[in-house]
Nanobody
Framework: QLHIVESGGGLAQAGGSLSLACSAT????????MGWFRQAPGKQRELVAT??????TYADSVRGRFTISADNDKLTVSLQMSGLEPEDTAKYYC??????????????WGRGTQVTVSS
């Protein structure tokens, strides 16, 4: 089981930049993916960016503007956000997915960090 903490959220102007950081403590057998999701009020939680052994995935809406990086050994994952748009306003959640005892996949979530982009 992991305890996840996100940081770096805040207020930015349109066109600005923010860096989000996720740090986890605990242990996990093996990591299958690490990434970021976001959820705005009244909307479903959506994938922003993930990284796994098979590669990196970005949502179409953020591709070219956001960059994800992860360190499986240190259990950290960051999200560099540039060219922010008001539509990026949401609460961003860190996700670490991995195998636990028994070979089952388990999703670990942080409590989220708010990102607000003004026009």
């Amino acid at each position: 089981q992991l305890h996840i903490v996100e940081s770096g959220g805040g207020l930015a102007q349109a066109g600005g930049s923010l860096s989000l950081a996720c740090s986890a403590t605990g242990s996990i057998s093996s990591i299958t993916s690490m990434g970021w999701f976001r959820q705005a009020p009244g909307k479903q939680r959506e994938l922003v960016a993930t990284v796994s052994s098979s590669g990196t995935t970005y949502a179409d809406s953020v591709r070219g503007r956001f960059t994800i990086s992860a360190d499986n050994d240190k259990l950290t994952v960051s999200l560099q956000m540039s060219g922010l748009e008001p539509e990026d306003t949401a609460k961003y959640y860190c996700n670490i997915q991995g195998l636990v005892q028994g070979g089952n996949i388990y999703d670990h979530w942080g409590r989220g960090t708010q990102v607000t982009v003004s026009s």
